[in-house]
């Protein structure tokens, strides 16, 4: 089993930054992706940002030159950093560890961004 802990989420007034982490433990191979996903009430869960074991990254092209995700590969965490926020980005972000074709996921942690 893999275990995620996620935390630096909270309220951002628009144009803001925040940056959330999410620290991995438990089974972990040397080589599995780790990314964001992101979720409001109502609808499915959608991608943020992946990254790699080898450091390949993939963005949502709503956050494309917005947020950046990056991973400490000795510390097993990931982390996503967000940076002029908009209220749309308000939501409910999941880390996930992708390991041999299962996905693990941390608890989420909220984002809202208002003035």
């Known amino acids: 089993q893999v275990q995620l802990v996620e935390s630096g989420g909270g309220l951002v007034q628009p144009g803001g930054s925040l940056r959330l982490s999410c620290a991995a433990s438990?089974?972990?191979?040397?080589?599995?992706?780790m990314g964001w996903y992101r979720q409001v009430p109502g609808k499915q869960r959608e991608l943020v940002a992946t990254?790699?074991?080898?450091?390949?990254?993939n963005y949502a092209d709503s956050v494309k030159g917005r947020f950046a995700i990056f991973r400490d590969n000795n510390k097993n965490t990931v982390y996503l950093q967000m940076n002029s926020l908009k209220a749309e980005d308000t939501a409910v972000y999941y880390c996930?560890?992708?390991?041999?074709?299962?996905?693990?996921w941390g608890q989420g942690t909220q984002v809202t961004v208002s003035s």
């Open positions: 996930d560890v992708l390991q041999r074709g299962v996905y693990y």
């Open positions: 990254v790699t074991s080898g450091g390949s990254t």
């Open positions: 438990g089974r972990l191979l040397s080589i599995y992706a």
